[in-house]
């Protein structure tokens, strides 16, 4: 006989945290015996620094609790996705982190989870599924952020490209505000749209970027609410010479994002982001309540930050670290916290 343990760690592609045995000072249960508790994360997308730190957060939130964490990661492939739903559902882990995916494949794969008894959040896929807390980094705000830095430095009337993939779930909700905002601002005229996520998703996206610059010279604001679609979109401006004359605006940031917001007449201006590391323990921190049986909101919202260029340049910041300490807030996000939590250390 095999364990369960032992499977786990026999699992090819996947990560596992042995956490911590302690229990949480006053938890309820099950975290009174942590040791016990095993939670999965099922990720769709994982490429770009974006991911990297979303990991990070679940893995030191996951160990801060104590928790044993199964890491699946299917690269982009939505029928892999379901199936790797399927393969924690058969290990018995207690809850389920589902990382964007697509809503038809995902669908289905999470209702298995929930009526296998295990407790299921979603991050950035809507699963349609009213027993599943959605977990968001408010991507209308997102959005409206980095749009309105855009109206504030161009004016209310500009010419954009605009780089958007339908079907991704917080994608779809940037795209909302950004409809709303041309509704607002008849002045601005969308010239083009294009969009991929074929990996690497910024190389892919740059040779998009150089077609459609090269059919249309009037585009002076690229809007591109993803940052390894906004490091595409540089890519392209670069090669044509013409980081003086577009100005891009996006969402997310990383350690690479504010050194290519900061080279030398830099073409991107602004992002608005959600520290995707808090993104992570917010992710954990929720599952841990569901699993606690305390109240969990139908959306739990992540707030974010606007970051422009000229604030990188003149706090002097260069990576994400000193982005944190220098805009605390930026930080840590009061979301998801019962007293009996121990946060990861910072």
Do not use: C
Not at 46 to 62: N, R
Not at 92 to 117: P, Y
Not at 143 to 158: H, K, S, T
Not at 262 to 283: I, L, Q, Y
Request: charged share 20%; no cysteine.
């Amino acid at each position: 006989m095999i364990s369960r343990r032992t499977l786990i760690g026999l699992m090819g592609g996947a990560a596992m945290w042995p956490g911590l045995v302690l229990a949480q000072d006053g938890a309820p249960a099950p975290f009174d015996n942590p040791g016990d508790v095993r939670i999965a994360l099922v990720r769709y997308l994982s490429t770009g620094d974006f991911f990297q730190a979303y990991l990070s957060g679940v893995e030191k939130q996951a160990e801060a609790l104590g928790v044993e964490l199964q890491v699946f990661d299917s690269r982009q492939d939505a029928a892999l996705q379901a199936d790797m739903v399927d393969q924690a559902i058969a290990l018995g882990v207690d809850g389920i982190i589902i990382q964007h995916g697509l809503t038809e494949s995902m669908k289905e794969a999470a209702q298995r989870a929930v009526d296998a008894g295990i407790k299921v959040v979603a991050f950035d896929v809507n699963v349609e599924n009213e027993a599943i807390p959605q977990i968001e980094q408010s991507d209308r705000d997102l959005a409206r952020l980095a749009l309105e830095q855009a109206i504030e430095d161009n004016g209310e009337e500009w010419v954009a490209g605009y780089v958007y993939v339908p079907g991704i779930a917080p994608l779809d909700r940037r795209n909302e505000t950004w409809v709303e905002f041309k509704e607002t601002y008849p002045g601005i005229t969308e010239k083009a749209a294009f969009g991929t996520m074929d990996n690497p998703i910024a190389n892919s996206v740059a040779n998009q970027a150089r077609s459609v610059l090269s059919a249309n010279p009037d585009i002076t604001v690229m809007f591109a609410p993803y940052d390894e679609f906004a490091k595409g979109v540089k890519i392209a401006v670069d090669e044509a010479g013409l980081s003086q004359d577009v100005s891009i605006y996006s969402a997310d940031i990383s350690t690479a994002d504010i050194a290519l917001m900061r080279e030398a007449d830099s073409s991107w201006k602004a992002t608005a982001a959600t520290n995707p590391a808090v993104v992570g323990e917010v992710s954990v921190r929720t599952l841990a309540q569901y699993l606690a049986g305390e109240e969990v909101a139908p959306q739990v919202i992540v707030p974010p930050t606007l970051i422009t260029q000229d604030q990188l340049n003149e706090l002097e910041i260069t990576n994400m670290e000193e982005l944190g300490a220098k805009l605390p807030e930026f930080v840590h996000a009061d979301v998801s916290v019962s007293d009996w939590m121990t946060l990861p250390e910072r």
